[in-house]
């Protein structure tokens, strides 16, 4: 921590550990410039001690016998990537089973929309069924109440319910991979296939609890040989979004901030690409808004967390909101003059948007538009700024930048609740057959099975 004030209890909730530094203002720069100068590279991750690929480990145990390896098929049309070390990653492009985000589902509903839209708008074949839970990492991460064994098993109850889904299309198990949505459930997923593959004993207490639940596949854990994440997906396949482009964004100046759940936790699972930022850092949405067309611009505190951090939104708030204030909007508004903040995270999304009103309290009025990289390319794509990207859940304003793309948000909004009064007189719209979402229990309708060769 930086700063003069040592107000008593003002960390009370981290601990005893944390104190105030008592730095003056100058010295508290000069170790902001160290930070900004060094972190700025690749090498500064690679240069550390060469970590092993886990997926060796886990063709070992697979040919041991311990386990089965849920693979990125041909029938999931994988796209190749490079890693953090260059170590190749196959991102599934179609087939994909979808692991929906409870903070997006619930606070920032236009950012799964967005995804499903642009599945939609490229025919990509996939399947939004109800039965999967949260990741629970908000309770290892944000209180301490959950343990790694609760996780893993999650962790792969999941997984094997994305891996049998297609049997209730009459299809063969592992047609469908999961694509992951929230980048804390990216990050802790792939945490917890670490530890599995290392702990003999962890695999043997996730087993027991999963046998209890039939959720192992000819009794053995099933473990997926990538973890993906859906700004993965966005990346390999944005030259093909460009293709369904409408919407000229080349005078957007558009800032990314990196979510630290996806490039900073496991590092070297994540893709970096030569072609963006010269591979010094991760490629995932700022190779997207480079395709798109938008001008990505630096700024100094790229590399910081939004602030949220679990701990600090639920323990020290003023904490997060100041952080993402003076570290995140006010770098980015102030020095890269952005038209737009662009992220990859529900907990990032949420912060560094729902933030920025308490900064009025105290004078610091920076209105900067925060949103994700998908609700960005389905608006240029031309999706509907309400109806689909679902802008007005936002707290941050977005009207200047809708502007700048040419498009009238005063008459989108019209439309929307025109469409709204639809909505109540009974005609509801979905992305997605809603008959589809249930694949078992109470509820479930068996599809019509269309023989092979049949036309639909």
């Known amino acids: 921590m930086t700063g003069t004030d040592s107000t008593e209890g003002a960390y009370g909730g981290f601990g005893a550990e944390w104190r105030a530094t008592q730095l003056r203002p100058d010295e508290a720069k000069r170790a902001t410039d160290w ?7 690749r090498a500064l991750l690679t240069v550390k001690d060469r970590k092993h690929d886990i997926r060796d480990a886990m063709w070992q145990l697979e040919k041991d016998g311990e386990i089965i390896v849920h693979r990125v098929g041909d029938q999931h049309e994988p796209v190749m990537a490079k890693t953090l ?5 196959k991102i599934p492009t179609t087939n994909l089973w979808h692991h929906k985000s409870c903070g997006q589902c619930g606070n920032i509903p236009g950012y799964p929309s967005s995804v499903l839209w642009l599945q939609n708008r490229l025919g990509v074949k996939y399947l939004d069924e109800t039965d999967q839970t949260s990741c629970t990492a908000w309770n290892y991460h944000g209180s301490g109440i959950g343990n790694v064994v ?10 094997h319910q994305a891996y049998v889904s297609a049997k209730s299309q009459g299809l063969p198990e592992g047609t469908y991979y999961p694509l992951v949505h929230c980048g804390t459930s990216f990050g802790n997923y792939k945490e917890m296939r670490i530890f599995l593959m290392h702990s003999a004993e962890l695999r043997a207490k996730v087993k027991e609890i999963l046998g209890k639940l039939g959720r ?3 009794g053995k854990l099933l473990i997926p040989e ?3 994440h859906y700004s993965e997906w966005l990346h390999v396949m944005r030259h093909r979004l460009v293709e369904h482009q409408v919407v000229d964004v080349s005078q957007v100046r558009a800032t990314i901030h990196p979510a630290c759940h996806v490039y ?3 590092p070297e699972d994540v893709i970096y690409d030569d072609d963006v930022l010269d591979g010094n850092r991760v490629a995932v949405s700022t190779g997207l808004m480079e395709t798109l067309g938008a001008q990505v611009i630096d700024y100094s505190t790229w590399y910081d967390c939004c602030g949220f951090g679990f701990r600090h939104i639920i323990g020290e708030r003023e904490f997060t909101r100041s952080f993402t204030i003076d570290r995140k909007i006010k770098v980015a508004v102030e020095e890269a003059r952005a038209d737009v903040m662009i992220g990859h995270d529900t907990g990032c999304i949420t912060t560094l948007d729902k933030n920025q009103w308490i900064g009025k309290a105290v004078g610091k009025v920076y209105a900067l538009p925060i949103m994700a990289d998908c609700q960005f390319a389905a608006i240029a794509l031309g999706a509907h700024p309400y109806k689909l990207a679902q802008l007005h859940w936002h707290a941050s304003p977005f009207e200047t930048l809708l502007e700048k793309l040419g498009i009238d948000w005063e008459k989108a909004k019209a439309e929307f609740q025109d469409y709204l009064e639809e909505v109540k007189g009974g005609r509801v719209e979905t992305l997605y057959d809603p008959k589809r979402a249930i694949t078992s229990g109470p509820g479930y309708v068996k599809p019509k099975l269309i023989p092979a060769g049949a036309a639909e």
């Open 35 to 41: 930070v900004e100068a060094r972190i700025d590279k």
């Open 85 to 89: 070390y260059g170590w190749d990653k």
């Open 150 to 159: 609760s996780l893993a098993a999650v962790f792969l109850r999941n997984f």
């Open 216 to 218: 192992l596949v000819d």
């Open 226 to 228: 990538e973890v993906v």
């Open 264 to 266: 900073k936790m496991v």
